[in-house]
């Protein structure tokens, strides 16, 4: 059981203050789009949120938002929503509660004034089959058009695939400037191609920064960090400069041996989906009875970050532009950095996700992992029973559970405490 004494000093993160702050100033920004006239973007979850800063838009995430989920109630008044319009649990659990939303006439809705926001178009880099789907279901409900990304993968042909998605930039910026009758800035599309860079190059570092005993941040504080993220925020210089800010304190609690959580003696990963309806961090401090922490998982990682992996398997964080001596002065230089970001990278590889997550397991020192089998989301599910088996094969334990990120009734939280018992009582026995 947990430990008498702090075997390491700890502290509160003081970034979280400045996190708050650009987090209110991005949601004020978004909801007064409407009425500033400016371009009000559906999307946000992918990344080349570029593209949004080069029409000087805001962005509303189609994903549910916090409120949604901590309001047990709410929630399970957006699920019968969904349901009750044929949307049931083979749909995708999160982006159903939008759907939701839109049917129960709560989304978008702004809470101090009572009004909605209504968006001009749909733009996203997909990376699942269920934004597709639902960006088409959004574009009918709200008359507007949908603009879908692709990121393709060529394993064989990464040049290809890099090719193949600049062409599909191209093909937006038409699409956009003909459905937005507005022009392309390509002076705010390379600042914000430049900063979400920024973003993803700080996001990297300080996740890799985890490698270090004991890991400076807990994963929930990761998680935290990386809301800006999927906000669809990162073209954004506020937004940069505080991932840059953050990354420099997270710096300093390495240098002085400051933990994430002070009795760190086994290091895990959480991987999948977590259910967003209870307090996330009940289920990832449960271990800490055990003296053991969630450090972070690949999906965390790798929607944040932007990686090149060595021939021994250690990870590393991608060169910016700057630092290779690339600059970015045109529209073209802006989407051949974006391919850069983009393709290829371990998040969007799904054939080789369980070859990634043992690699990076081992890379930072991961005792054992726990892997979420999201009834409601098969795109990060795919490949987790697999990652479970090879895990175990190269000496981890790994333990799988089942649950829903947003379906309540899914999520077994009596059934997921009796599996970590039996998880951390085994690697106390080691």
């Known amino acids: 059981m947990a430990s008498a004494t702090a075997k390491y000093p700890t502290r509160p993160l003081e970034s979280f203050a400045k996190l708050k702050e650009v987090r209110r100033q991005v949601g004020k920004d978004t909801f007064s789009a409407n009425e500033r006239g400016k371009v009000l973007i559906l999307g946000g979850e992918g990344g080349c949120c570029a593209l949004y800063g080069a029409f000087d838009a805001e962005v509303y995430p189609a994903m549910p938002t916090g409120k949604d989920m901590r309001d047990l109630n709410l929630l399970n008044k957006l699920n019968e929503a969904a349901e009750a319009k044929g949307f049931t649990r083979d749909c995708c659990a999160t982006l159903r509660i939008a759907l939701g939303a839109y049917h129960a006439g709560t989304f978008g809705l702004n809470a101090k004034t009572g009004e909605q926001i209504r968006p001009d178009i749909a733009i996203n880099l997909i990376i699942c089959q269920g934004q597709v789907k639902s960006h088409q279901l959004h574009g009918e409900n709200f008359g507007i058009p949908v603009i879908d990304i692709e990121c393709p993968w060529i394993p064989h042909n990464m040049e290809l695939a890099k090719k193949r998605f600049i062409e599909t930039l191209y093909m937006t910026v038409e699409k956009m400037e003909k459905v937005l009758d507005k022009k392309c800035d390509d002076e705010k599309l390379i600042r914000g191609t430049i900063n979400e860079w920024r973003v993803h190059r700080s996001m990297s570092e300080m996740v890799l920064l985890q490698k270090t005993v004991p890991a400076p941040v807990k994963q929930r504080n990761l998680a935290s960090?990386?809301?800006?993220?999927?906000?669809?925020?990162?073209?954004?210089?506020?937004?940069?400069?505080?991932?840059?800010?953050?990354?420099?304190?997270?710096?300093?609690?390495?240098?002085?041996?400051?933990?994430?959580?002070?009795?760190?003696?086994?290091?895990?990963?959480?991987?999948?989906?977590?259910?967003?309806?209870?307090?996330?961090?009940?289920i990832l401090r449960y271990p800490e009875k055990y003296d053991g922490t969630y450090i972070g998982s690949l999906s965390l990682f790798g929607f944040g970050g932007c990686f090149v992996t060595d021939e021994q398997g250690s990870w590393h964080a991608a060169s910016a532009p700057w630092e290779m001596g690339r600059e970015i002065r045109s529209r073209e230089d802006a989407f051949d950095e974006l391919a850069e970001l983009y393709v290829g990278q371990p998040f969007f590889q799904l054939f080789h996700r369980s070859e990634h997550r043992l690699s990076l397991a081992k890379d930072c020192k991961i005792d054992g992992v726990v892997l979420a089998l999201d009834r409601g989301c098969v795109g990060i599910t795919s490949g987790l029973l697999e990652s479970a088996l090879l895990l175990k094969e190269g000496g981890i334990p790994a333990v799988c559970y089942e649950t829903s990120s947003s379906i309540p009734a899914d999520f077994d939280e009596k059934g997921y405490h009796r599996l970590m018992d039996r998880l951390m009582e085994s690697l106390e026995g080691k």
């Open 225 to 282: 960090f990386s809301t800006l993220i999927t906000r669809g925020a990162t073209f954004r210089s506020d937004v940069a400069d505080f991932y840059e800010l953050a990354l420099e304190e997270v710096k300093e609690r390495v240098k002085e041996g400051i933990a994430g959580f002070e009795n760190e003696r086994f290091r895990l990963f959480h991987e999948g989906n977590l259910p967003w309806h209870i307090g996330i961090g009940d």
